[in-house]
């Protein structure tokens, strides 16, 4: 898996128009997984995201692959109004 590299400026809205979510990674070790923290980009608020081979853990929830899928799939793919 290519791990995504960001810059992690807080308020950094140059692309966007609004503060960028900020992305680190953390690799697993013995027992724990591996996972993705996001945090706000003009805040403190965070997200942690557990990952494995058959299922996700985001914000505590646990659920397979795909049903994350589906669920996240719809709202990724909405259309901007032009």
């Known amino acids: ?3 995504l590299k960001r810059k ?11 503060p960028r979510i900020r ?3 953390k690799k697993g070790k013995g027992k ?5 923290l ?3 980009g003009c805040c ?9 081979k058959d299922g996700l853990e985001i914000g505590g929830v646990n ?3 795909d049903d994350w899928r589906e669920i996240f799939l719809p709202l990724l ?3 901007e109004d032009k």
């Open 32 to 36: 724990r997984m591996p996972r993705y």
């Open 44 to 52: 403190s608020e965070k997200l942690e995201i557990y990952y494995s």
């Open 8 to 18: 992690n400026r807080f308020y950094d809205a140059r692309r966007f128009g609004q």
């Open 77 to 79: 793919l909405i259309e």
């Open 63 to 65: 659920g397979a692959i």
């Open 38 to 40: 996001l945090k706000c």
């Open 23 to 25: 992305v680190y990674h």
């Open 1 to 3: 898996m290519d791990l």
